[in-house]
């Protein structure tokens, strides 16, 4: 059988071209979206007497036949067909009869793979916002278990005051809240119908493109026909978004790194997602973490390619948009098998809370409290810093830490310190004093995670409601 769009041609494609501008082996992971808008668009069809509605129940009942050959692996996809539109118009055609070729009355496949790549993200968006609630509430859970567990806060990787772990914790429930927001926000982007706007300027069939919209469940149609097939706004906001996700997933795997080390111990991952060396039978490398932080370049990769590919396109549709799916799919895939990992590496991972106190009482980061402390009796803040630092500077010339000092050895820097110096100085007294909304104090810590979890709540029912669609 010929091409379907041959009638123009009298010569073959070249073997060649057929291969280099196929794009059926990565878009027929759009069947089953390519299947489900063809049922919605053949029912406007025959609703508006554009087909009759026998033909129009014979094309269903062809492409439910072929919708199942899809989910069992059965159906077979061919280059020389080009596209995942084309081979299933042509499975259609073999298995109906020339009866299927009015399924693409009224429609071009630029208007039709806009739809497909629609119909897919919707749904990728839902998952991937109930894969970030999933890892929120492992980190929840994580930091309900550790509102007594205190470890050095750092600033340039160095140590800088005593949080709460739970409160270093709650700090990535944050991020992976906005993330969830933003791709909460751009569900409403891709929830667009773009069918109808034909090759880019609309049909003379007299069509209903917003039945069609009822139909899919999408809230609107797009407004101009040429926006319609040439716009991927919607697929550089999600791998925008993705790329955000994944630069926070690497921030935390390269802490989970960190913290897992001989020198740190401040955790240990569960075997399940470490693994070993073979040649060295001690190591256990933190491999999940290590992966997840290098697969973000690929995800930043996909974004910037996109953008590149975008930015000088004329309207309306070119074959250059070919190359966005690749991109997004491989986006998908990196997204959801990392998000997919971290949550069970959260929920085992063993929290070493005595190596934790241990760090917080071996350093000098309980210092700015007694700034604080001599300010409280009076003394300029910029003198009492000056009488710390000096302090500081005596204890590790003498090879101790603030608590290690004798009241005497207080008093020569400053006539204001008093017996009380010692409670002021315990890693408890420093971090409960942060007692301000957003502070590492337990109360506030308290009051965040449930703060947290209501809003989590929120976001499961989102996804529960947006699965239906």
Known sequence: MSKLWGGRFTKNTDQLVEEFTASIHFDKELAEEDIQGSLAHVTMLAKCGIIPEEDADRIKDGLLQILGMVRRGEMEYSVSDEDIHMNIEKQLIEMIGPVGGKLHTGRSRNDQVALDMHLYLRNRVVETVDLLAKLQRALIQQARGNLDTILPGYTHLQRAQPVLFAHHLMAYVSMLQRDIERFQDSYKRINMLPLGAGALAGTTFPIDRHFVAEQLGFD??????????????????????????????????????????????????????????????????????????????????????????????????????????????????????????????????????????????????????????????????????????????????????????????????????????????????????????????????????????????????????????
Request: aromatic content about 10%; overall charge negative.
């Open 220 to 469: 609107g149609v797009y407004e101009n026909s040429m926006d319609a097939v040439s716009d991927r706004d919607f697929i550089v906001e999600f791998l925008s978004n993705a790329s955000l996700v994944m630069m926070h997933l690497s921030r935390f795997c390269e802490e989970i790194i960190l913290w897992s080390s001989t020198e740190f111990q401040f955790v240990e991952l569960d075997d399940a997602f470490c693994t070993g060396s073979s040649i060295m039978p001690q190591k256990k490398n933190p491999d999940v973490a290590e992966l997840i932080r290098g697969k973000t370049g690929r995800v930043y990769g996909h974004l910037v390619g996109l953008l590149t590919l975008l930015k000088s396109l004329p309207l309306a549709y070119n074959k250059d948009m070919q190359e966005d799916k690749e991109g997004m799919f491989d986006t998908v895939k990196t997204l959801h098998g990392a998000l997919r990992l971290f949550a069970p590496m959260i929920e085992t991972m063993k929290v070493n809370k005595q190596r934790m106190r241990e760090a917080v009482s071996q350093d000098f980061s309980n210092a700015t409290d007694i700034a604080d402390y001599l300010v409280k009796k009076g003394l300029p803040f910029r003198q009492a810093h000056e009488v710390i630092g000096k302090t500081v500077l005596y204890c590790i010339q003498q090879g101790k830490f603030l608590l290690d000092l004798t009241l005497e050895e207080f008093k020569q820097f400053s006539a204001l310190f008093d017996s009380d110096i010692y409670e002021v100085l315990q890693p408890e007294t420093v971090v409960n004093a942060r007692n301000v909304y957003g502070g590492t104090a337990t109360p506030q810590v308290q009051a965040a995670i449930a703060r947290a979890e209501s809003i989590l709540s929120a976001v499961e029912q989102w996804v529960e409601q947006h699965q239906k669609k």
